[in-house]
């Protein structure tokens, strides 16, 4: 295909839209970026917040320029309605019905704020002559991606992932569906989930792209496996939240202390947990024996990974419905040859066969998760076999080469197949004006 020329390829702009970028409990979208940018698509990333807190190494090589949007604050602020003043005075019946359309249409449950955003958005967008818009997360990115193509007709995308989907309205998801050029979703789950609501865009394509992994950076560490530790780590890196299922971890912590093992649980991760979790620990007599460890850079889980016995998420589905697609952490747990324990919830199963490269036990099971923690313990073979098949399911299914590969094709082929798409003017919807710098702009290793 003649526009798969790398002149051409770079002629494209095709804009990330993230909430929050880069963030700690989201890197896989961090790799995703690196690997795009390695495998040759320039990128241009909007962020809708700031980070805060540690931030991985990794993020020092995105080579493309992140735009950080105003807060809603009041020093902020005004950046947010000089935006939305420029749109209004480029078309203000244009601008007053999307407004309107926004806030009185239940099945699009925007706010204000949203409003706000996609306005600064999509000066921003027609201000670098993007061509394409791909928005991660289903809720508030999709709906500002929406809200900016309707302002400036640059067509978008978007990336689903859990509670992004089972959390919104299914109106809403239906409406950002229906006015995409396509939709990817990383498990056959979430797929089929989207593919049978009512009313779900029959027009509109959703993928099914798995995350993967870079697994340049995941060494694996089966040779250490048939090792005796004196003391085994049993590891969990999950933000703490109820559809993790932590407290049935503790639960069969306690089952397997009582049964005379002995190990160290360590639960990597931050969450509106932690208070209720370091209370259950102490209840159960677990002080000595389960660390709360916090918030950590990949960096340093990767190390974590090298020196765990098995890595343990019993995921469930939480009151709200809120539930896992596929962990990234499991993906990465077995990456590097350490045998997992899991839960056959949403996607789990496409990842992980019991018996075969990890275990499975029923949720809200602490007793069933003892036993199978114990299966482990006492058997390095089992761990070994394991170990190994989990491994080879990561490298046949789960290599983050082969599956962005798969994500840049689709940006390509709607980049290039835009109606007034022209070799000599790649950039239809870029103003003739030179580049402003914006005081909220910043760029993280830009080259």
Request: glycine share 6%; with cysteine; charged share 20%.
């Amino acid at each position: 295909m003649k526009y798969n020329r790398p002149e051409l390829q770079r002629e494209r702009k095709i804009a990330y839209l993230i909430k929050c970028f880069p963030r700690l409990s989201e890197t896989f979208i961090l790799h995703e970026v690196l690997e795009l940018e390695r495998q040759g698509l320039p990128l241009r990333i909007i962020s809708l917040l700031r980070p805060s807190g540690k931030i991985n190494k990794a993020a020092e090589e995105v080579q493309a320029t992140v735009t950080y949007v105003p807060g809603i604050f009041p020093r902020a602020f005004f950046p947010l309605l000089q935006a939305s003043g420029r749109r209004f005075l480029k078309a203000p019946l244009k601008f007053l019905c999307i407004w309107i359309a926004a806030l009185v249409r239940f099945h699009h449950h925007a706010t204000p704020k949203h409003l706000l955003y996609a306005a600064y958005v999509a000066n921003q967008l027609e201000q670098d002559g993007i061509t394409h818009v791909h928005a991660h997360y289903a809720n508030t990115p999709a709906t500002v991606a929406v809200l900016a193509h309707q302002f400036t007709g640059i067509p978008y995308s978007f990336t689903a992932h859990a509670k992004d989907i089972y959390l919104s309205r299914k109106a809403s998801l239906i409406y950002k569906m229906s006015k995409a050029k396509f939709v990817v979703t990383c498990t056959g789950y979430n797929q089929h989930y989207l593919e049978s609501l009512p009313g779900s865009p029959r027009n509109v394509a959703i993928h099914r792209i798995y995350h993967g992994l870079n697994l340049r950076v995941f060494p694996s560490h089966l040779t250490v496996l048939p090792k005796a530790a004196t003391r085994p780590l049993i590891l969990t890196v999950a933000r703490l939240v109820e559809k993790k299922g932590l407290p049935y971890l503790l639960e069969a912590c306690r089952m397997l202390k009582d049964q005379g093992y002995d190990f160290t649980c360590r639960i990597v991760g931050e969450g509106e947990l932690r208070p209720m979790l370091g209370k259950y620990i102490c209840e159960l007599g677990l002080s000595s024996t389960v660390e709360l460890w916090g918030a950590e850079t990949h960096e340093r889980v990767i190390e974590m990974y090298q020196q765990a016995a098995l890595f343990v998420l019993p995921c469930v589905v939480s009151e709200n419905g809120d539930r896992d697609g596929i962990p990234n952490v499991l993906v990465e747990a077995l990456s590097m040859g350490v045998p997992v324990i899991s839960t056959p919830i949403s996607g789990i199963p496409e990842l992980i066969t019991s018996e075969e490269n990890g275990l499975l036990v029923p949720p809200r099971n602490s007793a069933t998760l003892a036993v199978a923690i114990a299966r482990f313990l006492d058997d390095s073979l089992l761990r070994r076999r394991i170990a190994v098949a989990g491994r080879q399911t990561v490298l046949a299914h789960f290599d983050m080469t082969q599956n962005a590969q798969s994500l840049k094709a689709l940006l390509l082929e709607q980049v290039c197949s835009l109606p007034n798409f022209d070799l000599n003017n790649p950039y239809p919807h870029a103003k003739v004006v030179s580049r402003l710098t914006l005081p909220s702009s910043v760029e993280l290793g830009a080259r």
